[in-house]
């Protein structure tokens, strides 16, 4: 019996269905092919790209920081085939809840959760690469599990974790009022669980701000 696949979402690099795997509830995220790209380049490239996200993903999960689990990489179609995580994106949660002051307290421990895997994360060497409110799902348990490593990639690099740290930042001014004050607690947590590391990529993320600042007043 042929398997439904229902298209969710469509980006500039890949495809996203909810389907099934094994009957389960799957999410199956194709990446598709460049046609201004040589043939043969466009393989080795969108080959080489499912792999890291699939690493990425493992790498994660093994170090404890929730993930969707992995069920298939299809290298052939380029596609990987994952858990489909029930729950609602931060981002949603927080347009839901964050001018009810019965929230405040939970919304607190959420930015917590989210400093305290993101530190987890970077210690491992992991640099989610778009790092939003909307890629972080909340499970009914209060778990966050980060998805969408589509750009992500392994790198030791301070500059590396800092510009991480600013995209998930202008995310949040972009995105959600009062914005300052959630970012706050997420990266006062960070540099409590990155340790020396996170001194270092606190320092840098200050320059990467400033640089961020210069652009924009210039533009």
């Known amino acids: 019996m042929e398997v439904e696949s229902k ?8 495809r996203v269905f909810q389907t099934e795997f094994c009957g389960k509830k799957a999410i199956a995220k194709e990446r598709f092919k460049k046609p201004y790209r040589l043939p043969c380049l466009d393989e080795k490239l969108t080959q080489r790209r499912v792999v890291k996200e699939a690493r990425c993903m493992a790498k994660c999960s093994k170090a404890g920081i929730n993930t969707p689990t992995l069920y298939l990489i299809d290298n052939v179609n380029h596609v990987i085939y994952m858990e489909f995580i029930e729950g609602i994106t931060v981002k949603e949660y927080l347009r839901n809840n964050q001018d009810n002051k019965e929230y405040k307290d939970k919304i ?3 930015m917590k959760e989210i400093g305290k895997i993101l530190a987890k994360m970077h210690c491992i060497d992991i640099i989610h690469g778009d790092l939003t409110t909307s890629n972080m799902i909340l499970r009914d348990d209060n778990t966050v599990v980060l998805i969408d490593f589509g750009l992500g990639y392994t790198s030791h ?19 959600h009022h009062n914005s300052g004050e959630l970012f706050t607690v997420v990266l006062k947590t960070y540099l409590e669980y990155a340790g020396d590391l996170g001194q270092q990529v606190n320092k840098k993320f200050e320059e990467v701000r400033l640089r961020g600042r210069k652009r924009s007043m210039a533009g």
Do not use: M, N
């Not at 298209?7 to 890949?14: F, H, P, R, S, V």
């Not at 510009?163 to 995105?175: G, I, P, Q």
């Open 157 to 175: 690099l301070i500059e590396d974790k800092a510009v991480d740290l600013y995209v998930l930042e202008r995310a949040f001014l972009s995105t």
């Open 7 to 14: 298209l969710i979402k469509q980006g500039a690099e890949a």
């Open 108 to 110: 607190k421990v959420l």
